[in-house]
Nanobody, 120 residues
Framework: QVQLVESGGGLVQPGGSLRLSCAASGSIFSINAMGWYRQAPGKQRELVAAIASGGRANYADSVKGRFTISRDNAKNTVYLQMNSLKPEDTAVYYC??????????????WGQGTQVTVSS
């Protein structure tokens, strides 16, 4: 059974940084694509970033240049480094496991989510 456990969320001031972590178990981590989604109240869920098994990453336009997704296959962990945070980044962030199909990331397992709040 696949388990994804996120950590690292919290309250940060605008312009600040946070690093989210997601520890995965129950599957062969190194062959999976991984991704981070977010959902803010009243807004549609958004794919923030995804990283393929080989390390190629893609980002939503809203976070390009500010967020970095990375993975450590030895630790079965994926990270999301978030810099220059803005109030509009406030959301619940979800770690996902998935696959890349025709160049698009599709998730099949979700973590429980971690709250990120950007506010002064």
């Amino acid at each position: 059974q696949v388990q994804l456990v996120e950590s690292g969320g919290g309250l940060v001031q605008p312009g600040g940084s946070l690093r989210l972590s997601c520890a995965a178990s129950g599957s062969i981590f190194s062959i999976n694509a991984m991704g981070w989604y977010r959902q803010a109240p009243g807004k549609q869920r958004e794919l923030v970033a995804a990283i393929a098994s080989g390390g190629r990453a893609n980002y939503a336009d809203s976070v390009k240049g500010r967020f970095t997704i990375s993975r450590d296959n030895a630790k079965n962990t994926v990270y999301l480094q978030m810099n220059s945070l803005k109030p509009e980044d406030t959301a619940v962030y979800y770690c996902t496991k998935g696959t890349v199909v025709a160049g698009n990331y599709e998730s099949d397992y979700w973590g429980q989510g971690t709250q990120v709040t950007v506010s002064s």
